[in-house]
Each structure stands twice: as C-alpha cells, then as structure tokens.
C-alpha cells in the first residue's frame, strides 16, 4: 500500500476527480429531471477531454459504464467509448527515481540497455523497452506512483455516478457491480498477482497448438510495482482487420475465440480486460495476449451455470432456464422477470445456438444489438429490477469485448461447434 502518500496528494485527486464527476452527476440529474438537455453534446466532448488527461482507474470505469444500456444518455456513452489514454507519461528523471524504488540505486546495470523514454502510457503504469545482458528484448511495466490512492479517490467518486445512475434506473442493483470493480482494480495494482496469471496463462496454452503466445516473466527484474516480460513484436489486431484475407481474419477469429474461452470454460478463468490494444499479430499470425493484470477466476459453479443456460436455451427448456439463473444467484424471479432475462440471454447465446458459419452477430449486429438491449434494461427497470452477481461484470465485459474485435475482423466460423468441442473439452476434464 501507498502508505507514504502525502495527505496533499489524496486532496488534490478528489478535487480533480470531484470536479468532473459532480459536473456529469448534475447534467443527468438536470436531464432526467426537467427533460431539458442542457447541451449535452459539447458536455460530453469535454468530459472525455477531461478523463483523457487522468491516470488512474476513472477512465476505465467510466468506459465499462458507457457500455451499460441507459446508464447514461446517449451523448456521453458514445463520447466515453470512445476514450483513449492520453494521460501525460512519466518523464526520464521521474522514470529513474521509480526505477532505483523498485530494484536499486543501480538498477540501470541490471540491464543491457533501457530506454527512459515509454512505449506505451496507459491509466495504471507506462511500458518501457530494454534489453536484457543475454540480449533479449524485455518490456519493462511501471506502475505510477501513488495508485492505491488514486484508486481509492476514483472510486469514491465512481459510486457518486452509480448512484446518480440508481435515481433513474433501477433495471440493475450496481452495489455488486462496484464491489467487483473495485477488487479487480486493487489486483491490478500486484504485479506478482498479475505475474501469476501470466505463468498460468503460459502453462495452459504450452503446446502452442492454439497459435497464442504469452510473455515470459522475468521474476528476478520483477516488483510488487515493477514488472519484466519479454517483448512481444505484432501489429495490432485491428491492423490485421484491414490488411489480412477473408480466410486469415477468420482463422485469426478461431485462435481470438479460443483464447478466451477454452481459459474460461476449461479452468473458470477469464481475461478481463479485451481492449484491442491487448492483442497483438506476429509474422506468422500468432496471437499475442498481452496485459494480464484484470483476470477473473470463476468458480465451478458459475461456470457450470454458463453451460446449463445455453443448454436450457438450446432445448428450450424453461424449468432448466430458471435453475440456471437461481445457480448464479438470481432470486425471486417472477414469470415477467423470466421472459426478459430469457431476451437478454438469448442475445449473447445467440451466435452459440446457430449450428452453420456465420459473423459473431448476425440478425443482432451494430443498432439492432443496442437497441435490443436498451429494451431489456428498460423491461428490467419497469419490473423493479435485479441484483446482478459480481461475476457478471467481467464476464459480460469480455463477451461484449472480444465480440466487437470479432466484428472488426468480419470472422466467420460456426461457433456453434467450436463452442460444442470447448465445452465437451471441460468435460472430458472433468
């Protein structure tokens, strides 16, 4: 813990984060209220201006709330997803004070070369090349400093936008929500947690047969805030998206399908964070997974309720259907209350169901898709709504994540089947 951040620090962070949450909450209340937009366009633009120059974890979340059907009005969810880091990144002398932190006042001859200046800036921690004295090129992630405080402050003010969020909408009971958020983000913060989910993902995808590749962690350059891993040379998938053939972006919509859920339905873990620029392409179209500080470990039980839905959808069995969602944790769920879930389900089961080749999203792609799932959320909020279990903040994350990248990629394969053998994998594992 940041246990030597100075109170001044702490003060500043919920000033500036404050500020621009407090804004957002008085605009929809205003809205919602009186139904006059108060401008909400050019709102919207500066907000985004706003988080962009943030570190910390406010821009992530405020992304995954975009996500949310009817969280926020349209002007702000189409503004928030479309947010980048541009938060300005540590400078050399900064960089050096960190370093000698973390592994010494002679941290610099530990490596062959490094380079002061970062690769990559993102909300958490920048990335900086080096080379290892055997030659090797390394990644060198640093986290910046004071985050268990700025994660603190951030989500203080994050549950002043959920609860905004509540006055509105009672479609989802969030408090689960913003519990789960908050312990995925404090993982994300141990670099030896996220050390052990990269050894994890290495050992599970050994063989190679799945054309996925995984850093090599360097634990001996390696802190709770500092983490070494080899260096991984791809373009980004999108790139791919636009320049490989039609069988190419389809045999690269297998192995993206496969990496994240053989994990999830094989051994109950889930890549939390599907973010385009997590995955790279090699030369020989390899898979490069990269960024594994948010991985979500499931239970058997979740899991298992996964595969009875689609199961319960696949035979249209109604009684199998509630059970499913009871095993989750639903409770008192009303007739009404079914028949909505059952839409919601059938939405992301959907390309599962289809036994033929097929695009991920097919009558449900693009305006259809979102407005089909506004109708849900307002069905839900109608009925006095729900209390969503944690596990479903990530899960349903990474299918809306790793969907739109299969969109980009226009990757067809019958997903009915390759879902089949996944699940049949588990269990013959089991």
Known sequence: MDDTTPLSTKIKRFASVGGTVSGLAARIIGERVTNYTIDDASYAKALKTALSGMKGPFMKVAQFLATIPDALPPEYSKELLELQCNASPMGPLFVKRRMQAELGIDWESRFLSFDRT????????QVHKAVHHNGSPLAIKLQYPSMNTIVEADLSQLSLLFGTYRLFNKALDLNAVMSEIRSRLLE??????????????????????????????????????????SWMEGISILDAAETFSESDCNALGHTLFCTWYRPFYINGWIHGDPHPGNYKVDTDHNLLLLDFGCVRRFDDNFVDGV?????????NKRD???AAYE?????????????????????????????RVRPIQAEFSGTKGWETATAVHQKLHELGGIRVPPEFVFMDRASVGVGAVLMRL?????????????????????
């Open 118 to 125: 970062p690769a990559a800036a993102a909300s958490l921690g």
């Open 327 to 355: 095993r989750w944790g639903f409770s008192n769920l009303s007739n009404e209350l079914i028949d909505v879930m059952n839409e919601w389900a059938k939405l992301l089961y959907d390309p599962l169901l289809d036994n």
């Open 410 to 430: 226009r990757a067809e394969q019958n997903w009915h089947q390759l879902f089949e053998s996944i699940i049949n994998e588990r269990r013959m594992k089991n």
């Open 188 to 229: 994300e913060l141990d670099y030896v947690n996220e050390a052990k989910n990269i050894n994890d993902y290495r050992a599970f995808f050994a063989d190679g047969t799945d054309n996925i590749k995984i850093p090599e962690v360097y634990a001996e350059l390696s802190t709770p805030r500092l983490l070494t891993m």
């Open 320 to 322: 199998a259907m509630v």
């Open 307 to 315: 595969i009875d839905l689609y199961e319960a959808l696949k035979h």
